[in-house]
T-cell receptor, first 114, second 115 residues
């Protein structure tokens, strides 16, 4: 099984940088996803890490350390529209049950203030 | 772009009713999933399917069943709705390939209230 921890809420100022952490304890690991979810909307894919290191995609970057069971999502030049929940999800190793499964953290609600 | 469509955004049903939630995807994905999302609990997997007529239980299958008669459609069934099944239900799909890094794509969700 998987146990995934993220902070429940964070607040940051428009134009600033914020780092959202995710730690996991797992019986196996086959990649980590970050999703963004605005209130009342579907989660949308932000990033994927399977190897250690930093993946950069515009204002968003995601980092993974497999030995530490740790990832973070870095948001730069924050905008008001970045106010949303950010979900960390770990993919199980392929179990032969026909599909990869994701286990989600409870999500971090980010509020961006002027 | 992948399109995952859930039949209703909002649904109100009564205790004891049989409830059907429908999900359709347009990208020929083999894998489809049903989650529920509750405050403080996050997304939890109810059932998933990796092929037509194939289904596997997720973490919280009790009180639910599923049907996958066609590749593009995955239905979640509440056999006898109860108030503790009031929740946001999310459908997702993805294309699986060996070593695939493809993400799951989500529908907009159905907010179901059981009275």
């Amino acid at each position: 099984g998987q146990n995934i921890d993220q902070p429940t809420e964070m607040t940051a100022t428009e134009g600033a940088i914020v780092q959202i952490n995710c730690t996991y304890q797992t019986s196996g690991f086959n990649g980590l996803f970050w999703y963004q979810q605005h209130a009342g909307e579907a989660p949308t894919f932000l990033s994927y890490n399977v190897l250690d290191g930093l993946e950069e995609k515009g204002r968003f970057s995601s980092f993974l350390s497999r030995s530490k069971g740790y990832s973070y999502l870095l948001l730069k030049e924050l905008q008001m529209k970045d106010s949303a929940s950010y979900l960390c999800a770990v993919r199980d190793p392929y179990s032969g049950a026909g599909s990869y499964q994701l286990t989600f953290g409870k999500g971090t609600k980010l509020s961006v203030i002027p | 772009d992948v399109k995952v469509t859930q039949s209703s955004r909002y649904l109100v049903k009564r205790t004891g009713e049989k409830v059907f939630l429908e999900c359709v995807q347009d990208m020929d994905h083999e894998n489809m999933f049903w989650y529920r999302q509750d405050p403080g609990l996050g997304l939890r997997l109810i059932y998933f399917s990796y092929d037509v007529k194939m289904k596997e239980k997720g973490d919280i299958p009790e009180g639910y069943s599923v049907s996958r008669e066609k590749k593009e459609r995955f239905s979640l069934i509440l056999e006898s709705a109860s108030t503790n099944q009031t929740s946001m239900y999310l459908c997702a799909s993805f294309m699986q390939g060996e070593g695939s890094n493809q993400p799951q794509h989500f529908g907009d969700g159905t907010r179901l209230s059981i009275l």
